[in-house]
């Protein structure tokens, strides 16, 4: 292979991405070379992206308005090279951080800037420029490749380097290559450089496959360089010495050669001179499952004058990592309206999903049509336009296999069908297709822009209708009248209503225990029932509420949920409290467990009861027992009396129990589902007073409002922009569904 080709690199710009991912996976250039040539499809793969500690950071796209390639960036020499973005910019990623960069396909740029740089070392400054052989002479004077190819060390700490890749489907065409550091390494251009790539190629994927044995390498160091044989990486195991081979830069050296090291020196040089490439590693991983990895984000801006496009793919692993571009972004992470900014930094045990955000909306209707019979003998047949069809509705389904709002993570938007439009012959249009959005029993859904509850579904099978699909607008036949026998006017569809809504998921439980952290509440549990919550002498043991069965007879059963603990504050988010609160409300009955080992376990009791209210009214009015906890532990049953005299007083009758001694834990379970028989009773009582739930009412208020009469309206002046305003439901709608046309 000839030495003067090994700097040449193929990177087609619709596989930047691709590359990007595998630059840093690999930590093997060559590796680049190989995938983008073989065409694969854009993948944000990034595993294992943390280990390597160089990062592709953004990607500037630029069209190009020069046109022919005879000028273009690959003859240019280093310094007239494009400069690095400034460090601050970059210097706000912390270490371990990845970024990939996706163009936006659409609108391909002309030429692409890529911008690698090394993490952030202890020595940020760029060191001066250093590059010569190990034999103290100048890499492009040297004439002995296969030296070189082993012992070249590209690079300092702290260097960074560019890339120009040209456009894919550029008006140049031709030469899709580029060099992939440096303008100049492209100097050799040519069907030469292709063979030779395609070269590489062969003989990377024989690699490849070699390498996929490998698993984990642990390596202190990794050198990356350039060799007749591709570009090579040497890993450096600790404790291992290269001395001897250092590199030192000749800054007066033009690059300009056609020796055959200059395609290598370009390479090594960022414009402003550094050498690149020393990567200090502590572990590389190698792993070989590119699809797996999905966490990265995408956030992506776009220019209003559409010169510059800047699409930038974060790698999520460094939690610290911040915004380092500048653009006019209106698009935006969509994720973070699903919850999901929220969830950042929470610990994967305390992920539920038990709350999500979701868009729905309701087909429009289809639009009414004018339309004329005709037929043969038939002179003057008259209107015959049909009516559109009306639009889907979407409707919120309870379904009993579903255990958590998960799924709502995936799929965010609930669009039903719009109807047809109608035909001639009056021929309806079809109905919109309807969809139904499958929630878990005990979903509470509300509108996110009002805040308001909307809908508490419970049980399997539940089904309400939540938005109605617009009407089909009518067709002329429907205008026709005494006075207007030929109309020729129709009304469109009516838009579907939509809106946000905010799925919540409430544990559905009998009994919940509630008290705070240390309480023994766990142990409660695991002594009632056959639940095995984690036990441990620390507050806050319980982040994700446990649930049991305790069963009493044959047929008598309660489902006992063991909450989390809650501080002072809780109601405003202190503790775990905030997060779980909510499950309580779900719960018929109550059981207060206070700590007597506290110092004050009455204070405790107050404390717990005063959260709950602030948290919700309903908690309090809730029936519930108080126990008293730890009655084997001397200090508790001395402020036993004191306790019970205390809440006595209020009206209450307290149990006493020794949960871990299982001592008066069945009369807590007895007086339990005593109450909660009774709760349930009056339940009952009042659903048969009230009728069952209505649960279209959502829908049913949408109608009415639809039915709104035209002539109800408001006229208001607007004095700053000196208009009248004419504002009602019904006007609206009649606006909107009449053909301006
Ligand atoms: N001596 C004594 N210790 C108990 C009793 N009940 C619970 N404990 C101890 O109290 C500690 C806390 O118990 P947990 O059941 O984890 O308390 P919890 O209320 O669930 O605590 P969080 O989940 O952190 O809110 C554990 O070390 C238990 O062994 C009891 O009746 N007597
Ligand atoms: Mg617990």
């Not at 912390?94 to 890529?114: C, H, I, M």
């Not at 995408?298 to 990592?321: Q, T, W, Y």
């Not at 004329?372 to 389904?397: A, H, I, L, Q």
Request: aromatic residues 6%; negative net charge; contains cysteine.
């Amino acid at each position: 292979m000839d030495g003067s080709d090994r700097t040449r690199v193929q990177i087609f710009v619709r596989e930047v991405c691709l590359s990007a991912c595998h630059l840093i996976r690999s930590a093997r250039w060559r590796k680049i070379i190989s995938l983008s040539s073989n065409g694969h499809e854009m993948a944000p793969a990034v595993a294992a992206a943390a280990a390597f500690p160089f990062r592709l950071f953004s990607v500037e796209a630029r069209r190009n308005s020069k046109g022919p390639r005879g000028k273009r960036s690959s003859a240019r020499p280093l310094k007239s090279s494009p400069p690095p973005r400034p460090p601050s910019a970059s210097s706000s990623i912390g270490g371990g951080a990845t970024t990939f960069t996706r163009l936006p396909l659409r609108d391909a740029p002309a030429s692409v800037e890529v911008t690698l740089e090394r993490f952030p070392t202890a020595n940020p400054e760029p060191k001066a420029p250093t590059f010569t052989s190990r034999n103290g002479e100048r890499l492009g004077d040297d004439d002995d490749d296969e030296e070189e190819e082993d012992e070249v060390e590209f690079g300092l700490p702290g260097a960074s380097t560019f890339a120009r890749l040209p456009l894919r489907d550029s008006p140049d065409g031709g030469d899709r290559t580029i060099g992939q550091f440096d303008a100049r390494a492209a100097i050799q251009e040519g069907l030469r450089s292709r063979a030779v790539s395609r070269q590489m190629v062969e003989h990377l994927e024989e690699e490849e496959e070699e390498e996929e044995e490998e698993e984990k390498q642990v390596v202190s160091r990794l050198d990356i360089f350039e060799g007749t044989k591709g570009r090579e990486a040497r890993e450096f195991l600790p404790g291992e010495d290269d001395d001897d081979d250092v590199v030192v830069f000749d800054p007066d050296y033009d690059g300009y050669s056609d020796d055959e090291e200059s395609g290598a020196i370009a390479i090594e040089q960022s414009p402003q001179g550094d050498a690149i490439s020393v990567a200090e590693l502590e572990e590389v991983e190698y792993d070989d499952d590119e699809e797996e990895d999905d966490d990265a984000e995408v956030v992506m801006f776009h220019s209003d004058d559409g010169d510059d496009a800047e699409v930038v793919l974060f790698h999520s692993d460094n939690e610290e990592e911040e915004d380092v571009f500048e653009g006019n972004g209106d698009d935006y992470d969509e994720q973070e309206e699903n919850g999901e900014a929220k969830e950042k930094g929470v610990p994967a045990v305390m992920r539920c999903f038990d709350t999500a955000k979701i868009f729905a909306r309701a087909g429009d209707g289809g639009n009414g049509v004018v339309a004329f019979r005709r037929e043969k003998y038939v002179p003057y047949g008259g209107p015959s336009g049909g009516d559109g069809g009306r639009g889907g509705n979407v409707y919120v389904e309870v379904d009993g296999e579903m255990n958590s709002l998960l799924p709502f993570r995936k799929s965010v938007h609930f669009r039903a069908g719009r109807g047809g439009h109608g035909q001639g012959k009056q021929q309806a249009g079809a109905k919109g297709d309807d969809v139904v959005v499958k929630v878990p029993p005990g979903t509470v859904v509300r509108s996110s822009a009002g805040d308001v509850d909307l809908l508490e579904l419970m049980t399997p099978g539940q089904r309400a209708l939540l938005l109605p699909g617009g009407r089909g607008g009518r067709g002329n036949a429907a205008f026709k009248s005494g006075t207007n026998k030929v109309p020729k006017i129709a009304e469109k569809g009516e838009k579907g209503p939509e809106m946000w809504l905010d799925l919540e998921l409430k544990l559905v439980a009998d009994v919940g225990i509630v008290g705070a952290p240390n309480a023994g509440k766990s142990t409660l549990l695991s002594v009632i029932s056959a639940a095995k919550p984690t036990i441990a002498n620390y507050p806050f043991t319980t982040l994700l509420p446990n649930l049991g069965v305790v069963s009493l007879g044959f047929d008598a059963t309660m489902v006992v949920a063991d909450l989390p603990g809650l501080l002072e504050g809780a109601h405003r988010g202190y503790g775990l409290g905030h997060e779980f609160l909510r499950h309580s409300e779900r719960c018929s009955v109550l059981v207060h467990v206070v700590d007597g080992s506290g110092q004050q376990p009455e204070y405790e009791f107050e404390a717990v009861r005063l959260e709950l209210e602030l948290f919700s009214p309903s908690l309090i009015d809730k029936p519930y027992i108080v126990v008293y906890n730890k009655m084997d532990l001397p200090e508790a049953s001395e402020r036993w009396n004191k306790f019970q005299e205390k809440l006595h007083a209020q009206g209450i009758m307290p149990y006493c129990i020794s949960a871990i001694n299982r001592q008066g834990t069945h009369d807590v379970v007895n007086a339990a589902y005593k109450v909660l028989q009774k709760e349930k009773q009056r339940m009952k009582d009042d659903e048969e007073c009230n009728g069952p739930e209505n649960l279209n009412h959502v829908a049913e208020t949408i109608k009415r409002e639809r039915r709104a009469a035209m002539n109800e309206f408001e006229i208001f002046h607007d004095k700053g922009r000196n208009t009248w305003n004419v504002a009602g439901a019904g006007i609206e709608r009649f606006v909107q569904m009449t053909n301006w046309q």
